[in-house]
């Protein structure tokens, strides 16, 4: 079993929609989680941060970390055809150690 | 602020020859810089671990001979594939950590190695 994992999708919404990423891990001691925006043949920006459970909100985006079950999510209220890319979960275990990565989601915004 | 470059942004090399990748911290110090490998529709896979003036830590299965890294400075890291291969071509990225924010990597945007 991988320790991360990811639906690669892909996942195809109209402009407007919320959506919705996922992904699950094994290793209980992960800590940070984080989620990244990857556009084709670019490097990942970050686009949220959250250290152990709980809720993180930004602007249109929420990112949600449930340890009890090793789940974490993020929410993309207001779909823009912008935000077409591919999303990246990644997680570590202390903060300044190396992430482990999902395999990402690729999402496509029709407008 | 937080701006990591590399270069070069792309490289195609011949079989057998040995290319250069460079990471570069604009803006600030990186304690740490990290080497990841993408293939094509999957994920960033660490490759090595660099601190400024000792040796990279290599992931299991990570050729150290092959992929030489050196950290010689805080805002300069390389990777060197050497004798490279096909299957070496892939999409390098690095990260580098600063020492005023341990908890976040800045990735620079990647270089794309084709080897003929």
């Known amino acids: 079993q991988k320790e991360v994992e990811q639906d690669p999708g892909p996942l195809s919404v109209p402009e407007g929609a919320i959506v919705s990423l996922n992904c699950t891990y094994s290793?209980?001691?992960?800590?940070?989680f984080m989620w990244y925006r990857q556009y084709s043949r670019k490097g990942p920006e970050l686009l949220m941060y959250?250290?152990?459970?709980g809720n993180k909100e930004d602007g249109r985006f929420t990112a949600q970390v449930d340890k009890s079950s090793k789940y974490i999510s993020l929410f993309i209220r207001d779909s823009q055809p912008s935000d077409s890319a591919t999303y990246l979960c990644?997680?570590?275990?202390?903060?300044?150690?190396?992430?482990?990565f999902g395999k990402g989601t690729t999402l496509s915004v029709s407008s | 602020g937080a701006v990591v470059s590399q270069h070069p942004s792309w490289v195609i090399c011949k079989s057998g020859t040995s290319v250069k990748i460079e990471c570069r911290s604009l803006?600030?110090?990186?304690?740490?810089m990290f080497w990841y490998r993408q293939f094509p529709k999957q994920s960033l896979m660490l490759m090595a671990t660099?601190?400024?003036?000792?040796?990279?830590?290599?992931e299991q299965g990570v050729e150290k001979d092959k992929f030489l890294i050196n950290h010689a400075s805080l805002t300069l890291s390389t990777l060197t594939v050497t004798s490279a291969h096909p299957e070496d071509s892939s999409f390098y990225i690095c990260?580098?950590?600063?020492?005023?924010?341990?908890?976040?990597?800045?990735f620079g945007p990647g270089t794309r190695l084709t080897v003929l």
């Open positions: 290793n209980s001691a992960f800590q940070y």
């Open positions: 959250t250290y152990s459970s």
């Open positions: 990260s580098a950590l600063t020492s005023g924010r341990a908890d976040e990597q800045f």
């Open positions: 990644a997680m570590s275990e202390q903060a300044g150690t190396a992430l482990i």
């Open positions: 660099s601190n400024e003036g000792s040796k990279a830590t290599y």
């Open positions: 803006d600030f110090q990186a304690t740490t």
